[in-house]
Each structure stands twice: as structure tokens, then as C-alpha cells.
């Protein structure tokens, strides 16, 4: 009666792996840091271009609604009117969903990796490195507000397709909406700066001697986009901008 082993045949072919090599590499926890350092830098180049256009609108209504128009003519007559912008949201929106994921089962595997009742002295932390989780979760409802507020218009008070200058300035008008803005635009700058630090980190791009040029990117980028992005509402709101 023959005996059957666990082990497999010599020369019998290996069973393919359930799973591939991006599936193992997205299931690590390093993939998953590579995951939210990457879409988090895709995600902060699509920020810079989007504040610069934003202060488009220091220039005059013609300035900001041409621009605006410009961007749906980009790829022509290669791409169809407004595709660019189509495949840049699709984009956008993907690498949204990769960080948030990726940060969402991140956190759920350091809360299960801590023993209940275990204490220990932790390093001390910055206000940014702490509030890190509420940042994320604050800018996600507000890019679903923005998203209803300057894209689809439904919740804006002028709803004027092709003419955001006009759109921009009344919803900023409103208290409230104003009010979301700019703290939305704070938890963006804490966001940012210890985000960009963290990926340079996973991405290996930190060293002894690089370390004091990240950081001060880091502020720099934080501060440049958090005044980019505040000057808009605050001038409207303040009458400079009508």
C-alpha cells in the first residue's frame, strides 16, 4: 500500500501561487507604506498645479474662466473636448481611494498589534504626527463638499457652468462655506508637511545628510499651500476679490 507524504514529487510542477507578486506585495505592510508614499506624492503634484490656478483668479473673471476652459481643450484633437480633465480626475480619485485604503488597513494592524493594557513610554510626538488620522478623515468629507461645491455645483449658490470665477466667488460669500474651506486648508498643511517627510522616509530618499533639506521642504510645501489655497477664500471674504 503506498504511503502519502506531504511532500511533493521530484520533477512535478510547482502549483501557482494564489495570490501574485503586486497582490503580496500590496498585503505587506511595506506595500502599503509604498502604496500611500507614491499616490500621496501623485496626490501633492496635482495640488501644486491646482493652487496655481486657483491664484488665476487674483487676475480678473477673464483670466480664471479662460484657464478654466483652456484645460478642457488640453490633448485636442488627439482627446475628445474635456477628456484630459476626465482622465485626470479618474486619476485622482484612484489614487485617493490607494491611500485612504492603504491608510485605513494600516491603522486597523497597529491597533492590532498593541497588546491590551500594555503601556509604554512613547516618543514625543508633533501636533501634526497626532492628529494625522482626523487630517485624513477631515480632508475626505471635504473633498466630497468641494466636489459638490465647484465641480458639480450642486450645492453652490451661483451654479453657473463654464464660469467658476463666478462660482468661486459666491460660494465663498457664504460663511459657512468659507468656514469648511480654510479648515479644511489647515488640516491640509499639517497633512502635507508630515506626509511629504513619511514618504521620503518609505521611499528611502532620507539620509544624515538630506534630512534637514526634507524637513525644510516639508515646511516650505506646507506653508506655500496652505497660504495658496486660504489667500482665495479670505480675499473674497474680505472684499478684495468681488
Known amino acids: 500500500m503506498a504511503v502519502t507524504t506531504g511532500t511533493r514529487p521530484r520533477g512535478a510542477a510547482r502549483r501557482p501561487s494564489a495570490s501574485g507578486p503586486l497582490a503580496a506585495l500590496w498585503g505587506s505592510t511595506v506595500g502599503k507604506k509604498a502604496a500611500m508614499a507614491v499616490s500621496g506624492l501623485a496626490m501633492l503634484g496635482y495640488l501644486v498645479l491646482h493652487m496655481i490656478g486657483n491664484l488665476k483668479i487674483f487676475f ?8 478654466a476652459a483652456w484645460l478642457r481643450t488640453i490633448g485636442q484633437p ?63 468629507l471635504f473633498i466630497v463638499w468641494h466636489i459638490l461645491d465647484l465641480t458639480t455645483l450642486t450645492v453652490n449658490p451661483v451654479a453657473d457652468p463654464g464660469h467658476p470665477y463666478q462660482n468661486i466667488v459666491g460660494a465663498f460669500h457664504t460663511w459657512y462655506d468659507g468656514g469648511i474651506y480654510c479648515v479644511a486648508m489647515l488640516a491640509l498643511g499639517l497633512h502635507v508637511r508630515h506626509g511629504f517627510w513619511s514618504a521620503a522616509q518609505t521611499l528611502g530618499v532620507n539620509s544624515a545628510r538630506r534630512d534637514k533639506a526634507l524637513k525644510l521642504t516639508a515646511n516650505l510645501l506646507a506653508l506655500v499651500l496652505t497660504a495658496g489655497f486660504l489667500s482665495v477664500p479670505i480675499a473674497v471674504m474680505t472684499g478684495v476679490v468681488r
Not at 60 to 67: D, T
Not at 90 to 116: E, F, I, M
Open 60 to 67: 480678473g473673471a477673464g483670466e480664471l474662466n479662460g484657464y
Open 78 to 140: 488627439f482627446l475628445g473636448h474635456a477628456w484630459f480633465l476626465w482622465i485626470a480626475r479618474v486619476a485622482l480619485v484612484a489614487a485617493v481611494v490607494v491611500h485612504g485604503v492603504a491608510a485605513y488597513q494600516l491603522s486597523r494592524r497597529d491597533l492590532a498589534a498593541r497588546p491590551t493594557g500594555y503601556r509604554h513610554t512613547r516618543p514625543r510626538q508633533t501636533y501634526a504626527t497626532r492628529t494625522m488620522r482626523w487630517g485624513g478623515v477631515i480632508l475626505a
